[in-house]
């Protein structure tokens, strides 16, 4: 979903998995695995890097709106395309 000069994705997350990655299911579930644990905050602090890193831009450019105590989060990325979102994170469509 595009929100003004943003990108919206759900993603669902795994944490204290073996490495940071993405995965796509057949159905399009958007799956980021984690390696931190969901305790204080760390899970949603790594997910919040992973996108700034993959999208090379600064993290206070990505967001999270909603979900933060929950395993599905809704990650807002401003000043980004998405073209620009799906080409790099390899989805054949955002949102």
Known sequence: ?????SVR???QVKA????AKLTVER?????LHVVAP???GAANKEVIRWFAKKLHIPTSQVRLVSGLRSRTKVV??????EVDVSKV????SVG
């Open 27 to 31: 159905d399009g579930v958007i799956i």
């Open 16 to 19: 204290r998995s073996r490495e």
């Open 89 to 92: 994170l390899g989805l054949d």
């Open 9 to 11: 994705l759900t993603v």
């Open 76 to 81: 807002e990325i401003h000043n980004v395309s």
């Open 1 to 5: 979903m595009r929100v003004s000069n």
């Open 38 to 40: 969901p305790e204080r």
